[in-house]
């Protein structure tokens, strides 16, 4: 690699490990803020230099690809390798435009053999895109799926040419593309299926075995037998065929066999996740009880340890307990005798996401915390969703946590002195217009803002490399994605019941007062009764914003006054005015700016405390 | 003598004052008259203004309450905004209103003038499209707006009052039909019998909505006349629309019919002569013989977009997935045969065509054509679409003129060598030999490979096939379709023995392979039998003309 190529990755590896939770053992409170404040300068240095390093390194050399030489392209796919592999994500969104420029380069050379490469790349890390998207519905994500499949499509359809392309990689790329077309949601369960048959029967044919017997074939079925085995959450749904069942229980089967024959030779259990398919397709099949599935399940989830951070381990950990609260959800009736195992299985999880070595790195952590996070199911005595997500924010995304606390803080401060004003400015919201005694009232919408500032940014969860680990500004595409932070956060609030309250300020504090301009479209402001307060986040967060924590990333930075000024000159279009009205007024813009330097320390000190999670109202 | 007198004075006495009384009972007749004339204008007037008041009413309040909502929520810019969206609807029905009363008294008074005036019936009908597509979808209805053959699209005639007629219809059936409810709208040509400068316009319009008892539809055409039913009280009218539509049609020398049943739905069919303008001949830059990917998931406009790309000599590919879209681009970029354009329908069956449009905009290339056809409102459209890649749209429903325009205006800036396309195809100097069993299946086949001009040999079975190749002089024929399952000699036999024959064409002839067998392994045992390639049955028609199109033009 370059000299800059390999800067760029040390200083990508130095911003994450800057980014994560800093330990507290040997700082007093006021240390600890000072370092986290100089954590944060180092990253601001970091991420200067890596872009300077890309504009002045990289960019050129992709602009002028063509005439690159063999050893510069070389290195430069080595780069892309680097910023993302197996259990290490550095830089997908990078990784991705190399892949598109040097899949841009091979068109315009009609270099075949590069084509169905850069084809197949590229669609590796559009299929990491759609993996952060877990949750939300398909009409949503489908973009991104498309994208996704068109790579592995285009260079699947060399397959009918396999004969004719002599190169051994090549061949190998392209049975691999068509092996993933099957990859990401499909419309129907069967279609997905049907793909994965497809793609064993090619694969299993020995008239492509005998063309290239180099190719490592057994495990390309092996892998193939592994998709159509992850199938089995579709059984979930009731959408399979007797003959899909029957594939995914033959897959199942195989895996498992020679899982079981691995880990014999080591003399260690079979892998939990094989385990469970093992079970979960015996039930499909009416060889076992739903009872029989779930006590099952919980014994697999009773093997794991709190100390083991294997893949494995962690899977049985984290991923397995989502299947298994989807699997209750299905059944509420099965919920009242698993409450105090699910409890728990909870606490269990969290103290295991705490010990967990800072490897922010490790995407698979995160995407099955997300399939937790949208399986969750609220008992009596269960730690809170809100304080759970909240949890995950602090621990994998501390800087967001910060920067929700701020927005919660001065919302609440910004609220109160509105009810002060007007008593019945919240009156849209039911159970704030109930209430009479005004200091009650004040409380009450105090607390319900700070709620709403303190979750209004859950959906950034689903995001934690771009926000929290990402080395350079965003890319277009990023910034787009990262848009999409909106309705994660609403579809994870309204999954449950005690933070439904707070899901219009997910969805809508990104949404221009007069409609025009930002995100999403789902938001519709007049029908939204609580959009007075999602106005308030929606402001508070925007002041937050270009006055400290997306400057990174979007470059934009101004002073408090400057941001208030800015913010009364879009009154009317970007906020409301009733709001901005009230921004005229000196002493509530001192009030407000104070509210954003008490919330900055308050964070802090939770951070370095740790004791946030039971004090909460988003409990 | 004066006796005389008096009675001649009496006499003409009598005489005046009958005359007197004959003309003062011809006042009172025509005072009489003059009454009951005041007094059923009076009438009228009182009906008129009855029904009319509760329909200006009900705008004029939406109108002062939003007024007054949007006053007392000033700051508001969104509140007031809307407000004013709201009011800016309710004005223009009330516009609506005051124009049908005005029609209605013109053509009362015959006042009304028909223009003779040349119109663009495919500009017409678009122009109806976007101002009723909008309230159906607002509905949540269907509305297809198809054509049939129209080969007449300059016309003469009066393109306002038509209009005016369509949007009458095809806006009464909006209102009239429920939420979700499906309306057709068909619009065809015929030349008039006799009469060389005219066509006939047909035109229906179909809804599965309330429809009409048989006393009302009798009723229909009578002004202020309005269904009156609980489903219709919140729906607004004059009740004048149905009549000033019929005054229209039978002035422009047409009929109307309606067909009603209550609870199922409506049916309007109109017909109109139209005088035919004299054809303006644009030169098309199309490249004959090249071919054309479609991708469309709808068969219906993908057969409208095939048969007019057929008829100015382009070869049709039709594809209704996104993926199986991407995949023939690839395999056609791989032997050399990329199609001249693409065109993208509105819908695929497995994503949103903007989405392919995007992955073969970096397929294929920045100089591509892509052209999305759509009855989407390009203007919503447009910054996304051109974004994805597309760089032409042809609007539906679809007019052979708008389709080939915009395809030739691509081709012309894309460059497309049309002497090399016109090179290309030349298949009438080709030979075929189809071998197929099924009397049926040999005339689909035969019927579907002449419009090529090509020449097609029959064998009923590989026996045949065989003895017809033997005997034949080398290079005698340029490519053969081989059924599999044949009586007296299989496809398979027949193919090994013609590849084993001595001579230099047996091994170089490209066999083709037809059959519904097809799974991996029967492709194979294909391909081990010496064809070149297979195809599934039922053979599609763009599939054939794939293969002629590669094997004789590539």
């Known amino acids: 690699m370059q000299p800059y190529q390999e800067e760029y990755i040390a200083n990508l590896r130095e911003i994450a ?20 404040v100089k954590n944060r300068m180092l990253i601001v240095q970091k991420v200067e230099r890596n872009m300077e390093l890309l504009r002045e390194g990289l960019f050129p050399l992709l602009d002028h690809l063509l005439e690159a030489g063999e050893e510069e392209l070389g290195q430069l796919q080595e780069f892309a390798g680097r910023l993302f ?48 998207l877990i949750g939300l519905e398909y009409p949503v994500i489908e973009n991104y799926i498309f994208e996704m499949r068109l790579c592995f499509t285009e260079a699947g359809a060399y397959l009918k040419y396999f004969d004719e392309i002599e190169d051994s990689e090549t061949r190998g790329y392209i049975l691999r593309a068509r092996a993933n077309t099957a990859l990401g949601q499909y419309a129907s369960a069967s279609e997905k299926i049907a793909r994965v048959r497809q793609t064993l029967q090619i694969l299993q044919d020995h008239y492509y075995q005998d063309k290239e017997p180099g190719l490592p074939w057994e495990r390309y079925i092996f892998m193939a037998h592994r998709q159509m085995a992850s199938s089995i959450s579709y059984s979930r749904e009731n959408v399979m065929t007797a003959e899909d069942v029957e594939s995914v229980m033959e897959s199942v089967y195989i895996v498992y066999q020679a899982h079981m024959q691995e880990a014999a030779e080591r003399g260690e259990h079979p892998p939990i996740h094989s385990a469970f398919n093992y079970c979960a397709i015996s039930y499909y099949c009416g060889l076992d009880t739903f009872d029989g599935l779930l006590t099952k399940t919980e014994h697999l989830m009773d093997t794991t340890e709190i100390t083991d951070f294997s893949s494995e381990n962690m899977y049985g950990m984290i991923s397995l307990p989502a299947f298994y609260l989807q699997y209750l959800k299905q059944f509420p009736e099965r919920i009242p005798g698993r409450m105090s195992y699910i409890e728990n299985l909870y606490r269990r999880i969290l103290d295991y996401v705490d010990v967990f070595p800072d490897a922010p790195e490790n995407e698979m952590l995160f995407l099955y915390l997300r399939q937790l996070a949208n399986n969750y199911i609220e008992t009596a005595d269960s730690i809170p969703y809100g304080a759970f997500l909240l949890k995950l924010l602090m621990r994998f995304a501390p800087d967001i946590y910060v920067q929700s606390y701020i927005v919660a803080k001065a919302a609440a401060a910004f609220c109160e002195m509105i009810v002060a004003e007007e008593p019945g400015f919240f009156d849209d919201i039911e159970e704030i217009s109930r209430i009479e005694d005004l200091q009650e009232k004040k409380h009450e919408v105090g607390n319900f803002a700070m709620a709403c500032g303190l979750l209004h940014d859950a959906g950034k969860i689903n995001f934690i490399n771009l926000y929290a680990q990402t080395g350079r500004q965003w890319f277009e595409e990023e910034y787009e994605m990262t848009r999409l932070h909106t309705i994660v956060g609403e579809s994870c609030l309204r999954e449950c019941a005690s933070t439904r309250r707070y899901a219009a300020a997910a969805l809508g504090h990104h949404s221009w007062y007069d409609g025009s301009h930002g995100y999403p479209d789902a938001y519709e402001r007049l029908a939204c009764r609580e959009r007075q307060m999602v106005d308030v986040v929606s402001l508070v967060d925007w002041l937050e914003n270009v006055t400290d924590a997306q400057c990174l990333f979007t470059g934009v930075r101004m002073t408090f006054d400057a941001a208030v000024k800015t913010a009364v000159s879009l009154e009317g279009r970007r906020f409301s005015p009733l709001l901005t009205a009230r921004l005229r007024d000196g002493q509530i813009v001192a009030q407000l700016e104070r509210a954003f330097a008490e919330g900055r320390k308050e964070a802090c000190r939770q951070l370095y405390e740790e004791d946030f999670i039971f004090d909460h109202p988003a409990k | 003598m004066h006796n005389s007198e008096n009675m001649e004075n009496s006499d003409q006495i009598i005489e005046v004052q009958r005359k007197r009384i004959a003309e003062l009972e011809r006042e009172i007749t025509t005072l009489k008259e003059a009454l009951m004339a005041a007094e059923e204008a009076n009438k009228a007037k009182s009906r008129f203004l009855s029904n009319m008041s509760h329909d200006i009413r009900t705008p004029m309040n939406a109108i002062m309450g939003m007024t007054s909502i949007g006053l007392s929520h000033i700051d508001e810019k969104a509140r007031v905004h809307d407000c004013l969206g709201k009011i800016q609807t309710a004005a223009t029905h009330l516009m609506s209103l005051v124009n049908d009363v005005l029609d209605m008294s013109r053509i009362d008074s015959d006042r009304l003038t028909l223009n003779e005036e040349p119109f663009s019936l495919a500009d017409l009908i678009h122009d109806i499209s976007v101002i009723v597509r909008p309230q159906a979808a607002q509905k949540k209805q269907t509305l297809k707006i198809e054509i049939g053959r129209i080969e007449e699209e300059d016309l003469i005639g009066d393109p306002l009052h038509l209009r005016q007629i369509l949007v009458n219809i095809i806006g009464n059936a909006v209102k009239y039909t429920q939420e979700a409810g499906e309306i057709e709208v068909w619009f065809a040509q015929r030349y008039a019998e006799g009469d060389s400068d005219r066509v006939w316009l047909d035109f229906y319009c179909k809804d599965n909505g309330m429809g009409m008892s048989p006393e009302f539809l009798q009723k229909i055409f009578v002004p202020f006349e309005r269904v009156h039913s609980e489903a219709t009280s919140k729906i607004e009218g004059t009740g004048l629309g149905m009549s000033i539509v019929k005054n229209l049609v039978e002035r422009m020398e047409g009929q109307i019919l309606v067909e009603s049943e209550e609870g199922a739905g409506s049916c309007f069919t109109v017909n109109l002569p139209m005088i035919m303008a004299p054809q303006e001949t644009t030169a098309l830059h199309l490249p004959e013989g090249a071919s054309v990917l479609i991708a469309e998931k709808r068969k219906e406009r993908a057969g409208q977009m095939a ?12 594809q209704e997935a996104g993926a199986q879209a991407v995949t023939w681009l690839t395999q056609a970029q791989y032997e050399g045969h990329m199609p001249c354009a693409m065109l993208v329908g509105e819908e695929l069956s497995d994503m949103q065509v903007l989405h392919l449009a995007s992955h073969v905009r970096q397929l294929a290339g920045k100089e591509f054509p892509i052209l999305l056809v759509s009855e989407a409102d390009w203007v919503q459209l447009e910054y996304r679409a051109t974004r994805a890649g597309i760089n032409g749209f042809v609007p539906c429903p679809l007019f052979k003129s708008r389709l080939l325009g915009t395809l030739s205006k691509l081709l012309g800036e894309s460059g497309v060598d049309d002497d090399q396309a016109q090179r290309e195809l030349d298949y009438s100097a080709y030979r075929i030999l189809l071998v197929e069993d099924i009397e049926l299946n040999q005339e689909i086949a035969v019927e579907l490979l002449s419009v090529t001009g090509v020449q097609v040999e029959v064998a009923d079975d590989g026996a045949q096939a065989v003895e017809k190749f033997e005997n034949s002089p080398e290079g005698y024929y340029d490519l053969i379709f081989m059924d599999i399952h044949m009586p007296v000699m299989d496809g398979y036999e027949a193919t090994r023995r013609i590849r084993g024959m001595d001579r230099p064409d047996a091994m170089t002839v490209w066999i083709v392979a037809m059959t519904a067998d097809a799974f991996v392994e029967d492709v194979r045992q294909a391909k081990e039998s010496g064809m070149n390639e297979h195809i599934s049955k039922p053979v599609e028609p763009s599939r054939l003309q794939e293969i002629l199109y590669r094997q004789f033009s590539g």
């Open chain 1, 17 to 36: 490990a800057l980014a994560a939770r800093k330990k507290t053992e040997g700082y007093s409170l006021t240390g600890y803020q000072e370092a986290l």
């Open chain 1, 85 to 132: 592999q197996v259990g290490e994500e550095l830089d997908v969104g990078l990784f991705c435009q190399i892949h598109q420029a040097l899949l841009n380069c091979a068109r315009l050379k009609k270099d075949q053999n590069g084509m169905i490469r850069e084809l197949y790349w590229l669609g590796i890390g559009r299929n990491n895109r759609c993996s952060k």
């Open chain 2, 307 to 318: 048969r007019y790309l057929r008829e100015v000599g382009l070869v049709s590919v039709h």
